[in-house]
């Protein structure tokens, strides 16, 4: 096979739904499922169809295509692989989306390709003869749940395995509130109830968490498949998306047609964009009500607003979606309280957010003027209700942040931005360990105040002299505080626990924001190149930022173990993706920002960081890696915001001048 068998596909529908899997076709996460859909998009998300049984039937005997992992029945005795389809595939290919071509031992050649439909919530699956031959037929058992996508599912007397018919549809509908199921195929479907017990996934195992599951087989599909292509589609129907009205309407066109049309739609729509990582980008775009959101991450982040505002600026305006990152930003300002955002929207909207962010905001205002200014390069017209919407929002930010709001967020006398309370963890660095965080960073941190000089200048000219008397104070305390001249470098927090002069001189990342990743650096000049080269030689990996230094005696190699010990690691030494973009746009700007500073950056940066789309989620970037060699991929194999700043960096700050 071309690529890893445990390397990540995906395939997403615009609404917050995806179909996901290894390349192996092994299910290795309680994520990986055929069809996930949003009830509520992006929210509310049901994982529906979560695989196949599938085998041939030649005339030299029964052959599986499909592969799954059991947990024996005594636990002492290792894992079982029932069947072993995967030694089959010959060719893996994710170009225009995933295809397998799989041998069998009499030469049989079978392609077997998944394809979603953007804005609908279907899959289509195909499998078709590489050459023909007679006498062979295909055997598709889906393999069904109804569950949250968080949750797993087991055995249980109130599954529904009977079926309704719609003309050629077979539809299923598991449980009350959860979606139906559609099952639209030119085979013949045969009623047979089973229940597949102890499915493992071993990444949910490795992650130390619960990781057997039983899913329920209604029954089954067959295929004259030597007669042409089988057709297989999947639909969700959703009161509050398509209100029943996917089953009836692909019923009627056919499967075959209905399968041709689909496709040649989403290869059209495919085709235009103009790189496979603009077409991944594309991925996190999803719906909110009337508006757009940005989820965070494939498979398991709902849309976060840190993450949606830096993420913002890469996969929309540095690829020209400027009308999407207008709706983006309404969206969100829409959710504007007491000069806060949400830090992310809950996965079931009749939950509440709970968790606070001190950054958010701030983000937020740089991701509007961003996106003004982008506008205006643009030459095109921004809307007065637009614009004061916007201003508005950053209005009332800008004068909770100055009078005091929640959490310990308040401007300080010295004009510098101080937050947090115990038990609380603003800033991005926000992991918790039984409630208590585990870099809880009160006070002032360094990211912070780049992120306030930056919003304070970006209003000065709008809000008065308050807000410019507060810039220069801030400015001027940043210069004073800051700077470590034991460690050439940038404590990461002055004021600690709202000490003053109590100072962290930890060395992390965080300080790069004061020289990169912002409109305004906070800091130049020879300070701003000793950061830079010390951050480069202390914490840069192929694929991005380690997130503490590893002489540092609370520094974490792997994002490894169960849940309390990856949260321990998750930023005390693992490697972000996105935080190269800050780097480079400052390793930029100490350099001197030429066209050969650009190339060199380039070379140097951006294309090893770009090797990496070839391995974990294909043609994506993770969310996190190893801060050790050799750096594997970890977390969330599928992450906005390091595609985003992946595509800021090709497209904007390594960009070169266009020639007139």
């Known amino acids: 096979m071309d690529r890893s068998p445990v390397a990540e596909w995906l395939e997403t529908d615009g609404l917050g739904g995806f179909a996901s899997g290894a390349a192996g076709l092994i299910r290795t996460r309680r994520y990986h499922a055929l069809l996930l859909a949003a009830a509520d998009p992006p929210g509310r998300r049901y994982v529906l169809v979560n695989g196949l049984e599938v085998l041939v039937a030649t005339p030299a005997g029964m052959v599986p295509l499909s592969s799954h992992v059991y947990a024996p029945q005594d636990r002492a005795l290792p894992s079982v692989v ?12 994710p170009e225009p989306w995933p295809t397998w071509q799989f041998v069998l031992p009499d030469g049989t050649a079978i392609e077997q390709s998944i394809a979603a439909a953007h804005g609908r919530p279907i899959v289509t699956i195909a499998w078709r003869l590489l050459a023909p031959r007679p006498r062979v037929w295909l055997s598709v058992r889906p393999l069904l749940s109804g569950r949250d996508l968080h949750a797993l599912h087991h055995e249980n007397p109130a599954f529904r395995f009977d079926e309704e018919r719609i003309g050629q549809a077979v539809v299923w509908r598991p449980y009350p509130g959860v979606p139906a199921i559609g099952a639209f195929a030119n085979g013949d479907y045969t009623r047979e109830p089973l229940w597949y017990r102890n499915f493992l996934y071993e990444e949910e195992r490795a992650r130390g968490l619960d990781h057997l599951e039983d899913l329920a087989a209604p029954g089954r599909f067959t295929f004259p498949l030597s007669r042409g292509t089988a057709t297989l589609i999947f639909s969700a129907d959703t009161p509050g998306l398509a209100g029943d009205r996917e089953t009836p309407a692909l019923a009627a066109a056919g499967p075959l047609a209905a399968l041709r049309g689909l496709r040649s739609r989403e290869r059209r729509r495919r085709a235009r964009f103009a790189s496979r990582l603009h077409r991944s980008a594309d991925a996190y775009l999803v719906r909110r009500g009337k508006g757009i959101s940005v989820i965070a991450g494939y498979p398991w982040f709902s849309d976060w607003g840190r993450d949606t505002f830096i993420a913002l600026r890469g996969l929309c305006l540095a690829t020209g979606r400027l009308d999407e990152a207008r709706s983006i930003l309404l969206t969100w300002a829409a959710f504007q309280r007491d000069g806060l955002l949400p830090n992310r929207f809950p996965e079931n909207p009749r939950e509440h957010e709970t968790q606070a962010s001190v950054d958010a905001p701030l983000w937020f205002i740089v991701a509007a003027h961003d996106w003004l200014q982008a506008m205006r390069a643009a030459r095109r017209r921004v809307a007065r209700t637009d614009e004061g919407t916007l201003q508005s929002a950053i209005e009332t930010i800008l004068t909770a942040y100055l009078d005091g709001t929640h959490h310990g967020i308040h401007c300080d006398t010295d004009g510098l931005l101080a937050a947090g309370v115990p038990g609380q963890a603003l800033t991005w660095m926000d992991a918790r360990v039984q409630s208590i965080a585990v870099t809880p960073r009160i006070g002032k941190p360094v990211e912070i105040q780049a992120l306030w000089i930056n919003a304070l200048r970006i209003a000065s000219g709008e809000l008065g002299t308050r807000i410019e008397a507060t810039l220069a104070r801030a400015r001027d305390a940043f210069a004073r505080r800051f700077w470590n001249e034991a460690g050439g470098c940038l404590h990461d927090v002055v004021d600690v626990d709202h000490e003053t002069g109590r100072d962290d001189a930890t060395f992390r990342p965080n300080q790069i924001l004061a020289v990169g990743g912002l409109p305004f650096a906070a800091l130049e000049g020879p300070r ?119 595509l800021r960096l090709s497209q904007v700050v390594l960009a070169e001048p266009r020639r007139r």
């Open 82 to 93: 029932h069947p072993d389809g995967m030694r089959f595939i010959k060719r893996f290919d």
């Open 528 to 646: 701003a190149r000793a950061v830079v080269e010390a951050v480069e030689s202390r914490l840069l990996t192929p694929r991005g930022l380690r997130t503490l230094d590893p002489a540092d005696p609370a520094y974490r190699p792997r994002y490894t173990g169960g849940p309390e010990a990856r949260d321990r690691a998750y930023h005390q030494g693992t490697a972000w993706p996105w935080l190269l973009g800050p780097f480079v746009e400052a390793w930029v700007r100490v350099h001197g920002d030429g066209v050969e500073v650009r190339r060199e950056a380039r070379r140097r940066f951006l294309e090893p960081l770009a090797q990496h789309l070839e391995e974990g989620g294909l043609e994506h970037l993770p969310e996190i890696a190893d801060g050790a060699p050799p750096h594997t991929p970890r977390g969330c194999p599928f992450q906005a915001w390091s595609v985003g700043e992946a």
